[in-house]
């Protein structure tokens, strides 16, 4: 089943917001200049129009980095909202200041810059209160279509993270199965489209394996020639979440998934996007790696740069060079975890790591290309043979360019854990069949509200334990007949 326009729908609207606030910001230092000069503003605005788009670009980048164009921004109240716009619209007109004070031919005045501040504050206010409205107000109500014990478990990882714009309506029985949990049973297969009306359902869910099954399927097309969605709870997670869980994998979506990705992207435009990104970033991070190094140096003994093995695409190995954060033979008893308040790194070291500067030699490789600027953490050789033995389709990643930032890593802290490389590897696989330029530039400024931040925050999630996860894999292999489930996910 196709849903590849689905799931793009979330990063679609974050598109379309982004552009809408760059859009409003221009408008409103143009409408300033055509009410202070009037017909004579033709001129002017041809002079100065590449510094209203900067000024928009960096208004629409800083207003994503602060994270209003997120599903998980509801809670935040149009009173913090309007604050946090009042800076971005700050920084933004002081690169349009900025850049017309440089055009010296024709600088505008005061009372222009004052003017198109307020009117785009406005505008932008106006924008975001529709928003608003939208994360709180839009849900869509969701059926799921249950054959057996494993389905039912679904419904619970469904609850797991479908509470924000998603409202769980009950199921739909297929066959003799009668539900051993308390859900509200919507009626049988046979009156689908019905219950569809009667409840305004949106969305119908299921398993992969009720896609196999054609009498399902004849009910399924039904309903989306009449324009109501049917998918895999993987595909919901994928649209709601921008993660895939790995207990919902098959072999089917990782063949779909790896036929997703553009090989003119990969070979080429993402090619010419690291080496731009990567120029850039040696230029201007050279002053805080020096910064850095004298800090090293004069604060704990040993080497400023600290090389280490690290598996890139295929599993080809490369040394790759960091700034050292711990301390001398931190690992004469042998690798291990890197985790948090680690006694191995050093007070300077924790400084460069929780900032990120520690990583900025790596740009060297990404020049090299050895690396991509996006894509999955480069790991150890031997730390990927261990979790290919514990965490299902690992090495799925070594199918892309290693990254020195990606999607895992600003949508998870540092793995400690099996588990935590087990919700690495969900972000790592979303981002391998979404990958495109406009996810690499978007998750680019995540990383800069991370570094600012100091740190990607945990989404807490239902599955939170391993034994969990192994009764879940065992009861996925059983038939989706009369399995009576021995286990409740629990809630984190």
């Given at each position: 089943m196709n849903t590849n326009g689905i799931l793009r729908k979330h990063w679609f609207h974050v598109s379309l917001h982004f552009a809408t606030d760059a859009f409003l910001f221009t408008l409103a230092f143009v409408a300033a200049m055509l009410l202070r000069f009037g017909g004579e503003s033709a001129v002017s605005l041809w002079a100065h129009w590449p510094f209203f788009v900067g000024g928009a670009v960096v208004f629409s980048a800083t207003t994503y980095i602060a994270s209003l164009y997120s599903t998980h921004s509801a809670n935040r109240g149009?009173?913090?909202?309007?604050?946090?716009?009042?800076v971005c619209v700050v920084l933004a007109t002081l690169v349009v200041i900025g850049g017309t004070y440089l055009n010296s031919a024709r600088p505008l005045g005061r009372g222009i810059m004052l003017l198109g501040a307020l009117a785009s504050y406005l505008m932008a206010l106006i924008h975001h209160i529709v928003i608003l409205h939208g994360l709180r107000n839009s849900k869509e109500r969701v059926a799921y279509v249950v054959t057996g014990a494993f389905d039912e478990a679904e419904t619970r990882l469904f609850a797991s993270f479908g509470g924000r714009n998603l409202e769980?309506?009950?199921?739909?029985l297929y066959g003799a199965y009668q539900p051993t949990s308390k859900l509200r049973v919507l009626g049988k297969i046979e009156d689908l489209a019905a219950i569809v009306g009667r409840e305004k359902i949106s969305r119908v869910l299921c398993t992969n394996k009720c896609l196999g099954d054609t009498t399902l399927i004849r009910h399924f097309c039904k309903?989306?020639?009449?324009?109501?969605?049917?998918?895999p709870l993987i595909s919901l997670c994928e649209e709601a979440e921008q993660y895939v869980p790995l207990e919902l994998i098959s072999s089917e979506w990782l063949l779909n998934a790896s036929g997703e990705p553009q090989h003119i992207y990969i070979k080429k435009l993402k090619r010419l996007f690291d080496i731009i990104c990567s120029a850039i970033g040696l230029i201007l991070g050279a002053p805080f790696v020096g910064a850095a190094a004298l800090a090293i140096r004069l604060t704990s003994p040993g080497p400023i740069f600290y090389r280490q093995t690290r598996s890139g695409r295929f599993g080809r190995q490369f040394q790759m060079t960091k700034l050292r954060t711990m301390h001398v033979n931190a690992e004469k008893d042998g690798v291990r975890w890197s985790e948090k308040?680690?006694?191995?790194?050093?007070?300077?070291?924790?400084?460069?790591?929780?900032?990120?500067?520690?990583?900025?030699?790596?740009?060297?490789?990404?020049?090299?290309?050895?690396?991509?600027?996006?894509?999955?953490?480069?790991?150890?050789?031997?730390?990927?043979?261990?979790?290919?033995?514990?965490?299902?389709?690992?090495?799925?990643?070594?199918?892309?360019?290693?990254?020195?930032?990606?999607?895992?890593?600003?949508?998870?802290?540092?793995?400690?854990?099996?588990?935590?490389?087990?919700?690495?590897?969900?972000?790592?696989?979303?981002?391998?069949?979404?990958?495109?330029?406009?996810?690499?530039v978007f998750i680019l400024l995540d990383t800069v509200r991370i570094?600012?931040?100091?740190?990607?925050?945990?989404?807490?999630?239902?599955?939170?334990?391993?034994?969990?996860?192994?009764?879940w894999e065992r009861l996925k292999e059983q038939p989706a007949v009369v399995v009576k489930p021995k286990f409740e996910l629990e809630t984190a």
């Amino acid at each position: 089943m196709n849903t590849n326009g689905i799931l793009r729908k979330h990063w679609f609207h974050v598109s379309l917001h982004f552009a809408t606030d760059a859009f409003l910001f221009t408008l409103a230092f143009v409408a300033a200049m055509l009410l202070r000069f009037g017909g004579e503003s033709a001129v002017s605005l041809w002079a100065h129009w590449p510094f209203f788009v900067g000024g928009a670009v960096v208004f629409s980048a800083t207003t994503y980095i602060a994270s209003l164009y997120s599903t998980h921004s509801a809670n935040r109240g149009m009173l913090e909202r309007s604050i946090v716009l009042i800076v971005c619209v700050v920084l933004a007109t002081l690169v349009v200041i900025g850049g017309t004070y440089l055009n010296s031919a024709r600088p505008l005045g005061r009372g222009i810059m004052l003017l198109g501040a307020l009117a785009s504050y406005l505008m932008a206010l106006i924008h975001h209160i529709v928003i608003l409205h939208g994360l709180r107000n839009s849900k869509e109500r969701v059926a799921y279509v249950v054959t057996g014990a494993f389905d039912e478990a679904e419904t619970r990882l469904f609850a797991s993270f479908g509470g924000r714009n998603l409202e769980f309506a009950g199921v739909v029985l297929y066959g003799a199965y009668q539900p051993t949990s308390k859900l509200r049973v919507l009626g049988k297969i046979e009156d689908l489209a019905a219950i569809v009306g009667r409840e305004k359902i949106s969305r119908v869910l299921c398993t992969n394996k009720c896609l196999g099954d054609t009498t399902l399927i004849r009910h399924f097309c039904k309903l989306r020639y009449s324009g109501i969605s049917v998918m895999p709870l993987i595909s919901l997670c994928e649209e709601a979440e921008q993660y895939v869980p790995l207990e919902l994998i098959s072999s089917e979506w990782l063949l779909n998934a790896s036929g997703e990705p553009q090989h003119i992207y990969i070979k080429k435009l993402k090619r010419l996007f690291d080496i731009i990104c990567s120029a850039i970033g040696l230029i201007l991070g050279a002053p805080f790696v020096g910064a850095a190094a004298l800090a090293i140096r004069l604060t704990s003994p040993g080497p400023i740069f600290y090389r280490q093995t690290r598996s890139g695409r295929f599993g080809r190995q490369f040394q790759m060079t960091k700034l050292r954060t711990m301390h001398v033979n931190a690992e004469k008893d042998g690798v291990r975890w890197s985790e948090k308040n680690d006694p191995r790194v050093s007070f300077v070291g924790g400084f460069l790591r929780r900032y990120r500067i520690d990583e900025i030699p790596q740009l060297w490789h990404v020049l090299c290309g050895h690396m991509s600027f996006v894509g999955p953490r480069p790991e150890r050789p031997e730390i990927i043979t261990q979790l290919a033995k514990e965490v299902p389709y690992y090495e799925e990643r070594l199918m892309v360019q290693p990254g020195i930032t990606g999607w895992a890593q600003v949508s998870y802290p540092y793995g400690a854990s099996t588990l935590d490389s087990r919700r690495k590897l969900e972000y790592d696989l979303y981002y391998m069949k979404h990958m495109s330029l406009f996810l690499d530039v978007f998750i680019l400024l995540d990383t800069v509200r991370i570094v600012l931040a100091g740190g990607a925050k945990a989404q807490t999630r239902a599955i939170t334990a391993e034994e969990t996860i192994q009764e879940w894999e065992r009861l996925k292999e059983q038939p989706a007949v009369v399995v009576k489930p021995k286990f409740e996910l629990e809630t984190a």
